[in-house]
């Protein structure tokens, strides 16, 4: 029995001792698993962030939860040091680290941003000798990346778009232009029926003479000297519709602030009208300008919103209808019947008819002249063939001729970015972010709201180029029938081509194609004339920088900002005046008035006095207050959205850094990424205003940088939209 019983002890201790051996692998298999879920938290957390995931290092190793949990189970204290780090997550990555010392050395730490955030940002870069702004650094990029692709010949074996490189080739070749001498000039005013410019005299020259020799000008280079000219239709009945609109050839009366620099322009005017005649005084050039000026004058007066369309018939109106056939030209041979002519704003049609028939007939043919060589200059200006830019002037003439061609071109260079699925989402996201701010807007009755929201939702946003570009073979059909371009020949390849485009943009409205409004070069975006379509540029997103998802959160601020404020300004067109559109009610105009008054009582007279008197005084600084309230407005809903991302990166951190700028939070980065996109050159008060007025009436603001009450950045009375 002895025997048994020990027996039975000793098996009873053998059975403990198993289970102590399995209890102690069982617990170092854990402490296994944990610890390598605590490398996985920190080493494979990129991969389990579903919109804003990337490869940058932070300093996440010991605030991971699991790290943590390992640290607690085994009883291990971690440093002090990780207290600290728990604040915010720090980007060390090389790029990180550059871009945390240009913002350093980009703010002005001896100004306190509570009393003038503009010159905080910006008062340290403007003042650099190699200082460009953020539109044209970005433009610069772009357009230095197409140079180098239109140089290498072999990418265009095959290229459906093989014509433009041709043309451009053409342009950088100035031995050939130099041995044309004034034969290319002489061609382009043979071919506008301005043979005889630069012009002293009427002679048998008429009104008639003018408006014929600028439907030339339009017919064949696309340039609209008086009046631009549209082809459209009626969508119930298919009529066509003949749309006589305003001229941009003019100018703005900002271009006539400074006497020196109008002095300047009417000089080389003189030397181009130098170049036809070498016997031609210097007032030519100044009549020239004065006539411009005058034309300013009279139709910045002329508003859209008090100017009614008219409806006229073709043949009823025998001034416009050589001037109409003549721009037409054989595009009207795909109209059934005589077309419709609508007057786009008849008293500034009005106005300007006027104004061309008092005014000297050489004197306005000279104008003709000077806008047409402007155009065609880096083909006939000796000056600009030696010029250190030439490629670039020869893109820019590129662009001119077949802007869609040089489109397809910026595409396929920066097609992974433009195509990257995150910047979809951004734009999209905004677009929501605006819908729910309006959605909460307390003052706007239901109707009103309701109307709103319908119209956000209606609007097309087209991002960065249109979708046809992306099927290879509608991109060979489109360019199919380019003309070819005449080696030795570059201005009349030019002509050709801009000839051939100007037909085509005739007939898109009868053959609708995916159509885009606006130049790749444009860096903000645009609407159009109905409202229904917002229009991206490529150059509004850095498409040369940094594209990973981390860097670009930090575009959202100046991506964000631009695209609100047009989606705005599709809203508030019926805000502003009795007219406008139907969707804002008596109430919602009236209570719209009242906000616009307190953004007005902020706004200094003499920011928009300047250059402008009665009426077009008035207008300007309507426009400019319109641009103060939907860039007040877009804060918020931006902000949103780019706190919404921060958040995304991490549950547990919503502050990360870069090194050498680990004092400027991410709160704080979203202004000053927004200012900095603003910057420019020796800004005068008034264009600091642009950030500061937005900034001053954010409440966010005065939290994030601890403004306190009364201080310039924190008035004690703010304007708001919502």
Request: one cysteine or more.
């Given at each position: 029995?002895?025997?048994?019983?020990?027996?039975?002890?000793?098996?009873?201790n053998?059975?403990?001792?198993?289970?102590?051996?399995?209890?102690?692998?069982f617990?170092?298999?854990?402490?296994?698993?944990?610890?390598?879920?605590?490398?996985?938290?920190v080493?494979?957390?990129?991969?389990?962030?579903?919109?804003?995931?990337?490869?940058?290092?932070?300093?996440?190793?010991?605030?991971?939860?699991w790290?943590?949990?390992?640290?607690?189970?085994?009883?291990?204290?971690?440093?002090?040091?990780?207290?600290?780090?728990?604040?915010?997550?720090?980007?060390?990555?090389?790029?990180?680290?550059?871009?945390?010392?240009?913002?350093?050395?980009?703010?002005?730490?001896?100004?306190?941003?509570?009393?003038?955030?503009?010159?905080?940002a910006?008062?340290?870069?403007?003042?650099?000798?190699?200082?460009?702004?953020?539109?044209?650094?970005?433009l610069?990029?772009?357009?230095?990346?197409?140079?180098?692709?239109?140089?290498?010949?072999?990418?265009?074996?095959?290229?459906?778009v093989?014509?433009?490189?041709?043309?451009?080739?053409?342009?950088?070749?100035?031995?050939?232009?130099?041995?044309?001498?004034?034969?290319?000039?002489?061609?382009?005013?043979?071919?506008?029926?301005?043979?005889?410019?630069?012009?002293?005299?009427?002679?048998?020259?008429?009104?008639?003479?003018?408006?014929?020799?600028?439907?030339?000008?339009?017919?064949?280079?696309?340039v609209?000297?008086?009046?631009?000219?549209?082809?459209?239709?009626?969508?119930?009945t298919?009529?066509?519709?003949?749309?006589?609109?305003?001229?941009?050839?003019?100018?703005?009366?900002?271009?006539?602030?400074?006497?020196?620099s109008?002095?300047?322009?009417?000089?080389?005017?003189?030397?181009?009208?130098?170049?036809?005649?070498?016997?031609?005084?210097?007032?030519?050039?100044?009549?020239?300008?004065?006539?411009?000026?005058?034309?300013?004058?009279?139709?910045?007066?002329?508003?859209?919103?008090?100017?009614?369309?008219?409806?006229?018939?073709?043949?009823?109106?025998?001034?416009?209808?050589?001037?109409?056939?003549?721009?037409?030209?054989?595009?009207?041979?795909?109209?059934?019947g005589?077309?419709?002519?609508?007057?786009?704003?008849?008293?500034?049609?009005?106005?300007?008819?006027?104004?061309?028939?008092?005014?000297?007939?050489?004197?306005?043919?000279?104008?003709?002249?000077?806008?047409?060589?402007?155009?065609?200059?880096?083909?006939?200006?000796?000056?600009?063939?030696?010029?250190?830019?030439?490629?670039?002037?020869?893109?820019?003439?590129?662009?001119?001729?077949?802007?869609?061609?040089?489109?397809?071109?910026?595409?396929?260079?920066?097609?992974?970015?433009?195509?990257?699925?995150?910047?979809?989402?951004i734009?999209?996201?905004?677009?929501?972010?605006?819908?729910?701010?309006?959605?909460?807007?307390?003052?706007?009755?239901?109707?009103?709201?309701?109307?709103?929201?319908?119209?956000?939702t209606?609007?097309?946003?087209?991002?960065?180029?249109?979708?046809?570009?992306?099927?290879?073979?509608?991109?060979?059909?489109?360019?199919?029938?380019?003309?070819?371009?005449?080696?030795?020949?570059?201005?009349?390849?030019?002509?050709?081509?801009?000839?051939?485009?100007?037909?085509?943009?005739l007939?898109?409205?009868?053959?609708?194609?995916?159509?885009?409004?606006?130049?790749?070069?444009?860096?903000?975006?645009?609407?159009?004339?109905?409202?229904?379509?917002?229009?991206?540029?490529?150059?509004?997103?850095n498409?040369?920088?940094?594209?990973?998802?981390?860097?670009?959160?930090?575009?959202?601020?100046?991506?964000?900002?631009?695209?609100?404020?047009?989606?705005?300004?599709?809203?508030?067109d019926?805000?502003?005046?009795?007219?406008?559109?139907?969707?804002?009610?008596?109430?919602?105009?009236?209570?719209?008035?009242?906000?616009?008054?307190?953004?007005?009582?902020?706004?200094?007279?003499?920011?928009?006095?300047?250059?402008?008197?009665?009426?077009?005084?008035?207008?300007?600084?309507?426009?400019?207050?319109?641009?103060?309230?939907?860039?007040?407005?877009?804060?918020?809903?931006?902000?949103?959205?780019?706190?919404?991302?921060?958040?995304?990166?991490?549950?547990?951190?919503?502050?990360?850094?870069?090194?050498?700028?680990?004092?400027?939070?991410?709160?704080?980065?979203?202004?000053?990424?927004?200012?900095?996109?603003?910057?420019?050159?020796?800004?005068?008060?008034?264009?600091?205003?642009?950030?500061?007025?937005?900034?001053?009436?954010?409440?966010?603001?005065?939290?994030?940088?601890?403004?306190?009450?009364?201080?310039?950045m924190?008035?004690?009375?703010?304007?708001?939209?919502?």
């Amino acid at each position: 029995m002895a025997e048994q019983a020990r027996c039975e002890v000793i098996r009873e201790n053998r059975k403990t001792g198993y289970q102590v051996h399995i209890i102690v692998a069982f617990l170092m298999l854990l402490a296994t698993i944990i610890g390598a879920l605590a490398i996985l938290s920190v080493y494979g957390k990129r991969r389990y962030m579903s919109l804003l995931a990337e490869s940058d290092e932070f300093n996440t190793t010991m605030n991971s939860p699991w790290f943590k949990y390992f640290l607690r189970t085994f009883n291990i204290r971690g440093s002090r040091s990780d207290t600290t780090q728990e604040a915010f997550g720090l980007c060390r990555t090389p790029e990180c680290r550059r871009e945390g010392a240009y913002i350093a050395a980009s703010l002005n730490w001896s100004v306190n941003p509570c009393t003038d955030f503009y010159s905080f940002a910006c008062s340290v870069v403007t003042t650099r000798p190699d200082f460009r702004a953020a539109d044209a650094a970005i433009l610069s990029d772009v357009q230095h990346a197409l140079v180098k692709m239109l140089g290498d010949e072999r990418r265009f074996v095959d290229s459906p778009v093989v014509a433009a490189r041709q043309l451009w080739a053409q342009c950088m070749d100035v031995d050939a232009l130099r041995s044309l001498e004034t034969g290319p000039l002489n061609y382009a005013l043979l071919t506008t029926g301005l043979s005889g410019w630069p012009y002293e005299a009427d002679g048998n020259n008429t009104v008639s003479s003018v408006w014929n020799a600028s439907a030339k000008v339009l017919k064949n280079f696309g340039v609209p000297t008086l009046l631009s000219i549209r082809l459209t239709k009626v969508s119930r009945t298919s009529d066509a519709v003949v749309v006589l609109d305003k001229s941009s050839a003019f100018g703005s009366l900002d271009d006539y602030k400074d006497n020196h620099s109008v002095s300047g322009r009417s000089h080389a005017l003189h030397e181009m009208m130098l170049l036809a005649n070498t016997m031609v005084p210097q007032g030519l050039a100044d009549e020239v300008f004065e006539f411009m000026h005058y034309l300013l004058r009279l139709t910045e007066s002329v508003t859209d919103k008090g100017s009614e369309e008219q409806v006229r018939s073709l043949g009823d109106l025998s001034l416009f209808q050589p001037f109409v056939l003549g721009a037409l030209g054989d595009a009207l041979d795909n109209v059934s019947g005589e077309p419709v002519l609508l007057l786009q704003s008849a008293d500034y049609v009005n106005s300007l008819v006027e104004a061309v028939r008092v005014t000297p007939s050489h004197v306005t043919l000279n104008y003709l002249g000077h806008i047409l060589l402007d155009h065609i200059k880096p083909f006939v200006l000796p000056s600009l063939w030696s010029a250190r830019n030439r490629d670039v002037i020869c893109l820019n003439a590129l662009e001119k001729a077949v802007p869609r061609a040089v489109h397809y071109l910026a595409y396929t260079r920066f097609k992974t970015t433009l195509e990257n699925v995150s910047v979809r989402n951004i734009i999209d996201d905004l677009k929501h972010e605006l819908m729910t701010a309006i959605a909460k807007t307390s003052w706007l009755d239901v109707s009103t709201k309701s109307q709103l929201l319908k119209k956000l939702t209606e609007t097309q946003i087209h991002a960065f180029f249109p979708h046809w570009m992306s099927n290879t073979q509608i991109v060979r059909d489109f360019f199919a029938d380019l003309p070819e371009v005449k080696p030795g020949h570059a201005l009349e390849s030019y002509h050709a081509l801009r000839k051939h485009v100007f037909r085509a943009s005739l007939l898109d409205q009868f053959d609708k194609n995916d159509l885009w409004e606006g130049s790749v070069f444009d860096t903000d975006c645009s609407v159009d004339r109905e409202l229904n379509n917002v229009y991206f540029p490529m150059a509004l997103l850095n498409v040369t920088g940094r594209a990973t998802q981390f860097f670009l959160l930090f575009q959202i601020p100046r991506i964000g900002f631009r695209l609100v404020r047009c989606l705005f300004l599709t809203l508030l067109d019926g805000a502003i005046g009795t007219g406008g559109a139907s969707w804002w009610s008596a109430a919602a105009r009236q209570s719209y008035q009242a906000r616009s008054h307190c953004f007005s009582g902020q706004r200094p007279e003499a920011c928009d006095s300047a250059g402008a008197a009665g009426e077009a005084a008035a207008r300007r600084r309507e426009e400019a207050l319109l641009r103060d309230i939907v860039e007040a407005a877009a804060v918020a809903p931006v902000l949103r959205l780019y706190r919404m991302y921060i958040k995304s990166r991490s549950r547990h951190r919503t502050d990360f850094r870069f090194q050498n700028a680990e004092g400027i939070s991410t709160n704080q980065l979203f202004y000053v990424y927004h200012a900095l996109s603003l910057c420019r050159p020796a800004a005068a008060g008034c264009g600091e205003r642009r950030v500061n007025s937005a900034l001053m009436n954010d409440p966010d603001f005065e939290t994030v940088f601890g403004c306190g009450p009364g201080t310039d950045m924190n008035p004690a009375v703010k304007c708001s939209f919502y």
